[in-house]
């Protein structure tokens, strides 16, 4: 019984602290949007995540000899406090710092509170290849069952009111014995799960005026919309298109980290983007997400109109969603402004000028919820 009841009220502060820490990320998360520090601590399915360290109020006794508050030699409006910070340069001290803790969260959790902050409406998965998977969860109890799933709080409980009943219980001597018949076991049951498949298409211009700010840029967002799709869709599949004057598919850190020097023709990106669709995924059985992030200086008007072309009669009417994330450019004619001709409820756009827009941009991308 004591063994319960240390189990309980440990599970009990678990779960209060876990509250808590979802409260620090939730009211944070701007700023874990806008940079880069939970990539560099992304796992295959958790994220570290540095928070203020919580600690609970308590008494600390301090050195002798220092006095208490209203003690001693002072005046009127004297900072209480140990004193002048210095510049450093004085001897090492004693005293502890301030620490941040980090905490373990599971993408999913991670991806539940940016539906949550950013109200992203959920994703309805289409396409005829939705496989029923299960989840497992243990929510009822049965007489028969294996000795590791016994459950003992059950189990005393039928036993005590069995005794109660049987007229058998002491209090004097509150000795609870179970029988054969008291014994309850936890059971499962299987609530069956969609799992559907998805692909992102993720194109970015890398010619030569697009600079490692504006891919940290490009690679914070992706990190964000692709925590969010795996959320909702089991099965994810991830390409990469870059291209300058052409295009060309590579993996995922090629594409952060490739520059090249020629100019920038888009038309390129949505042609080879369609082929590889085309070829390999049936818009019938895939849910397809392309997202393109340019620095909007493409190479003249011509390209621009085949751009728009290829999206209006190919991609967005096969795609679940088109987002076109615009970083900080020249001066001048930009492709946003071709983008923004489009009617289309399953094109979105942004214009991504820093890190803090990062959190609003997603809100428009994935605020549709296709």
Request: aromatic fraction near 10%; glycine fraction near 10%.
């Amino acid at each position: 019984m004591i063994y319960f009841s240390v189990a309980h009220r440990i599970d009990q502060d678990a779960g209060r602290f876990r509250q808590i820490v979802r409260g620090q990320v939730r009211r944070n998360l701007r700023k874990y949007m806008s940079n880069g520090e939970l990539i560099g601590r992304q796992g295959k399915d958790l994220v570290s995540i540095p928070v203020p360290q919580i600690e609970l109020p308590h008494f600390r006794f301090g050195q002798k000899q220092m006095g208490g508050v209203g003690q001693g030699d002072g005046d009127v409006g004297t900072p209480l406090g140990p004193g002048n910070p210095g510049d450093g340069s004085g001897e090492a001290g004693d005293q502890p710092g301030r620490h941040i803790l980090e905490v373990e969260m599971s993408l999913q959790e991670l991806a539940e509170i940016l539906g949550e902050e950013l109200e992203l409406p959920r994703i309805q998965p289409k396409g005829k290849r939705n496989v029923e998977g299960g989840v497992v969860r243990y929510t009822g109890i049965r007489r028969v069952g294996p000795e590791s799933l016994r459950s003992f709080k059950r189990t005393y409980r039928a036993a005590l009111k069995r005794q109660l009943a049987a007229g058998l219980y002491n209090p004097e001597r509150p000795i609870v014995i179970p029988i054969r018949d008291d014994i309850r076991y936890r059971s499962w049951e299987v609530h069956p799960r969609p799992q559907s498949n998805a692909v992102i298409f993720y194109m970015m211009d890398v010619s030569g005026s697009m600079t490692r700010n504006k891919k940290e840029l490009v690679r914070l967002t992706a990190f964000w919309i692709d925590t969010w799709l795996r959320a909702n869709y089991k099965n994810l599949e991830v390409r990469y298109i870059v291209h300058d004057a052409a295009a060309k598919e590579v993996d995922g850190h090629t594409f952060y980290h490739l520059r090249e020097s020629g100019g920038t023709r888009i038309s390129s990106a949505y042609q080879l983007c369609r082929k590889i669709m085309t070829e390999e995924y049936d818009p019938e059985d895939w849910n397809l997400y392309a997202f393109h992030f340019s620095d909007g200086e493409n190479f003249g008007g011509s390209d621009d109109e085949l751009c728009r072309e290829i999206l209006e009669e190919w991609l967005l009417p096969r795609v679940n969603l088109f987002g076109y994330g615009q970083v900080p450019g020249g001066y001048g004619r930009m492709f946003l402004d071709t983008i923004k001709k489009i009617e289309n409820e399953k094109l979105a756009y942004a214009t991504i000028k820093n890190n803090d827009a990062i959190y609003d941009t997603i809100k428009t991308f994935l605020g549709k919820g296709l």
